[in-house]
T-cell receptor
Framework: EPEVTQTPSHQVTQMGQEVILRCVPI?????FYWYRQILGQKVEFLVS????????KSEIFDDRFSVERPDGSNFTLKIRSTKLEDSAMYFC????????????FGEGSRLTVL | AQSVSQHNHHVILSEAASLELGCNYS??????LFWYVQYPGQHLQLLLK??????LVKGIKGFEAEFIKSKFSFNLRKPSVQWSDTAEYFC????????????FGSGTQLTVLP
């Protein structure tokens, strides 16, 4: 069964550093998403991406965050000038259609900012 | 904006017990409703969804959920749980327009004792 894969599974970084979280969505999917879950809190929407541009983003997705699809397979989330409050589990997801809401999630990348 | 409430944070059951997990949402328009499950060490995966039609929807592994519009509820049920159902369960809602992205509840951890 095709699946969304994410790397790294755990990233530890110093505050102020830049991190890149990588995702390989399911190959025939066209819509890509990042969500995050701070420990003990809800899974929150960050951004959706389609046709090489951001479709929607939440207020969490400030100008330190960026997404990119540098090639035909990877979908990356970059966080510049990391803050302690960026520590969370980051989930990548993809879907074949836009409005079905049937997202396929990766296993997550845990980011720890020290 | 929509919101989702899951009132049970942790539910502990013995095998063969019946399960009902509560989910209430707030949104003024038409909604799509979902239950996702996350087994230990695995990714979020779709359990079942409601878009329209029969308000009683059946999902994988014997789970079902009933959409009661008047109560803004979408409770998850299973008549007889198994140890393998131990997981975290997330209710999610998707509205329309600016509320188009999935909004998750805080999750319910289900532990089934053998």
């Amino acid at each position: 069964e095709p699946e969304v894969t994410q790397t790294p599974s755990h990233q530890v970084t110093q505050m102020g550093q830049e991190v890149i979280l990588r995702c390989v969505p399911i190959s025939n999917h066209l819509y890509f998403y990042w969500y995050r879950q701070i420990l003990g809190q809800k899974v929150e929407f960050l951004v959706s991406f389609y046709n090489n541009e951001i479709s929607e983003k939440s207020e969490i997705f400030d100008d330190r965050f960026s997404v990119e699809r540098p090639d035909g397979s990877n979908f990356t989330l970059k966080i510049r000038s990391t803050k302690l409050e960026d520590s969370a589990m980051y989930f990548c997801a993809s879907s074949r259609e836009r409005n079905t809401g049937e997202l396929f999630f990766g296993e997550g990348s845990r980011l720890t900012v020290l | 904006a929509q919101s989702v409430s899951q009132h049970n944070h942790h539910v502990i059951l013995s095998e063969a017990a019946s399960l009902e997990l509560g989910c209430n949402y707030s949104y003024g328009g038409t909604v799509n409703l979902f239950w996702y499950v996350q087994y230990p060490g695995q990714h979020l995966q779709l359990l079942l969804k409601y878009f329209s039609g029969d308000p009683l929807v059946k999902g994988i592994k014997g789970f079902e959920a009933e959409f009661i519009k008047s109560k803004f509820s979408f409770n998850l049920r299973k008549p007889s749980v198994q140890w393998s159902d131990t997981a975290e369960y997330f209710c999610a809602v998707r509205g329309s327009g600016s509320a188009r992205q999935l909004t998750f509840g805080s999750g319910t951890q289900l532990t089934v004792l053998p």
